[in-house]
């Protein structure tokens, strides 16, 4: 029964603004979200026309599609557009929309930073695809190796768009991060201790710790090569005492980590649909919690294996190998729990379940084919040929789009109401898989014939041609499946059937409230006494009760246990986040172009600040209140 | 020898590339096994679960499976860490006897050889052909005077980085005489992907002829033409980047033309060396490879025609 009354009040108290002004405002974790899916998948879009592009150009040997300065914006837009504007953001939206709700609470910790990050973010994509539609794109590859990106080989402004872009998406995903963390330790239903946690949690709250964790080393990377380049000062330049190889250890002490921060969800995802269409717990959960804690700390100790090729001491190579092999054995663990969960379950095929199979097959083969890049001498054949590329896509495709895709189709739902069109949705599965693996599986072939990567074309007469043009068919396939996925979406977010509160019949807690949720989430905070939390409620399980209707009040929860601690009133709607993200978006940018930026970004990040800040008067009766 | 193989990591011309050929074998069977064996397991659990009408709501009887499965991972994983590390091993420069010394070094983008000698007049120069003899060792030192590149000859061996402002080494040895084609593997700027060259392994008497020929000055013009080409060479600004030993032409920014004639490619193994394609070259490098740092000659078709002749002639 819903209580009318309670209804009408909380929906006022939580009104979300609507329109331009609304968001530009709005806060709601819902919001933000939602707004952070979108805009990763618009980048995600862009990356793959880019891919499209490029796949085109080397469908020939000697073709004349693009010029070779432009391939190499391509690839170099492509591959940071599909790491730093599409991989994290995504899955910290996710997280942002999804969790709260998982977690049975109304709103995020540090709302307003995450209203920051989001338009941090916004501005560095833009900026990034500013640059590249007026033809200045970077065009060093998304590592931007010192010294082809540094001031002698890079000059102009191409490379500062880079780096300044990854300043501003970093901050988003750092901002995200820590409100995120908090959330997640202070925001649970009471009940949900930490060992209750939906996996999906657990992913969110890994991969947070590895974005605190790994952003900062590229950051330090992406503003000492900023500074080289603006005031010369000379941290990769060997000839003024400078290291060349610094650059690579910092980016990749970062980029490594990166890939499990895109990855640890993606598992989280597949335990999440595992257990939903198998109707069982996935087992092994401390196992499986461990196995995500286990890959995230290996994860920081593998970085070395970008570098093998780079005449490092040979011992210290021997430990990076271990320790790449090392980090198969938490994910075998996952896969091996799935396979067991379905063996003990029921197998329901919707499409979400679909994905479970593709990442099945696609990524436990870049898993083994990782193994094989761990070794130092297949390594030193197989680095930086079309094998890795192959590699890179299995697991990062395999591992975190097919799960994403099942997911969004699972989600969806949750989000709009509507249900996804199933027969589309197999379809869009069908030329997904087919198109992924005939656009890769060939890359294994041409690396170790021969084929580098980064190449805008190759002779005639290597013998690549075939497998070149059969990559390139697998690519508009593919592409096809992209717009399939996005002709569902449209078709049934108009016409779809209409999904009910929990039409999977599943377990965590954002199925307990109505599809889309109300924008205060839960009329009453529901509270929980196991893991599978619907599937586990009492007939008479309490719901919790007490709080001001008219005020935006969320529960805290004590760290451990989730013990109800006391409650908070969090932030209404303001424009001060916005306003500091555009003030340090100006400061940034125009660092680009003279050193004043900075003083100029800090006085208009001060304002913003104060604004944000400003003592706000407080409730009459806690003034009664006061003794 | 194919033209298709002479790029290529599965057709091992060397006991190095041979070493990792074996190791890839040995992981490639390794990882097919594993990848089936969970396939395997996956059907066998979707065909139970496709039969029952409802979840098991019994505890899982499947610690033991779990167990069986990850200490199988394990020891697989053992067993290919060892291989790899064995590998390794093998493939280790240090201590290995050589008979002779190469410097490498890249430039944006061609590949500049030089064979070492204690005697500074027996140094020989040449660029974008790597000339080795059969059955011997050979260090190469790796340098580079711009960005990083990479060294690879996949039929011989693996990767190693040319980094500016430190030098590796690098032992490589070819078994079968022939033609093998390497390509640098770093990205290093607009003509990434056409900084190639050739290996040519050659029997040891051959070697030596071909040594002592780069060893010595370029010819001198014989023919009319030539001598005319000698002079447009030294008059224009060919000489700003180029060396041609035996002449007043000693700069060492582009490739060193000594013998410029007797090489096969030209444009960093782009195209076969040949009179039209030469001119091409020298009239519009950036033509056949856009963004190259050698700038366009608008020369006097006789000019061209000359120089082209004295070019050809150095063998």
Redesign the interface.
Known sequence: MIDLELHVQLAETWRKPRGLWGWLTDNHHTTIGMNFIVTSFVFFLLGGIEAILMRTQLARPENHFV???FY?QLFTTHGSTMMFLFAVPMIEGLGIYIVPLMLGTRQMSFPRLNQFSYFSYLIGGLLLYAGFFLNFGPD??WFS?V??SGPE?APGKRIDIWAQMITFTEIGSLGGAVSMIATIFKHRAPGMSLNRMPLFVWGELVTSFMIVFAMPAVMVASSMLASDRLIATQFFN??EGGD??LWQHLFWFFGHPEVYIIFIPGTTMMSTLVSAF???PV??YV?MVLSLVATAFVGFGVWVHHMF???LP?LG??FF??SS??I??PT??Q???W??T??????IVRTPMLYV?GF??IF??GG??G??L????????????FFVVAHLHYVLIGGMLFPLIGALTYWFPKFTGKMMNETLGRWTFAFFFVGFNLTFFPMHNLG???M????????P???WNNLNMLSTVGAYVLGVGVLLFMANAVISLRSGAIAGDNPWGSFSLEWFTSSPPPPYNFLYLPTTRDRYEIWTMADDQPLVTGFRPDRREVLITKLMDAFPDHKIETPRPTIWPTLLAGATGIGVITAIFTPWGVPLGMLLAGIALTGWFWPKPPHHELLEEQP | M????Y????HPAGPY?N??VG??WF??IV?TI??VA??I??F???R???R?????T?A?R?PR??ML??AA??GL?LA??V???A??RA??P?GKAVTREIQVTGH?WWWDIQYLDERSDHIAQTANELHVPVGERVRII?ASS???H?F?V?NL?????L????K??FVIQADKAGLY?A????????????MAFIVIAEPKHDFEQWLATMRASAAQPKTADEQRGQQVFLSTSCGMCHAIKGTSAGSRVGPDLTHVGSRRTLGAA?IPNNRGNLSGWIADAGGVK??VLMPPNPLDPDDLHALVAYLESLK
Request: aromatic share 10%; with cysteine; net charge positive.
């Open positions: 010029t070779n300065d190499n060093a590859g190796y010294p082809l080989f060997k000839a060349v190889l198998t109707k069982r087992f092994g196992g090729a780079t005449g040979e190579l021997s190998t271990a092999v090392l198969t054995i075998a663990f896969v091996f729990s396979i067991i379905i063996f003990h379950g029921k197998f199979l099945l097959f436990v083969m083994l084919s193994v094989m761990a070794s130092t001498p297949l390594d030193w054949q197989l680095h930086d040929t170790l014939h021969g580098p990567r980064r190449v805008y074309t190759y002779l007469t290597m013998g | 194919t033209s298709s193989s790029q290529d990591a599965l590339a070493t990792i190791v890839w992981y490639l990882c594993v990848f969970v396939w397991a996956l066998i659990a979707i139970r679960a496709r029952r009408v409802e979840p098991d019994l899982p499947a499976a779990m499965a990850l991972t394990t994983l290919m860490l291989s790899s590390i590998g390794a493939l280790s240090q944006q790796l711009d960005v990083i990479s690879w996949p061996h693996g990767k190693r980085d980094i500016p402002g430190q590796s080494i084609r390509q640098c593997a770093e990205f290093c700027g607009l003509q990434h992907a056409k782009v856009p963004g």
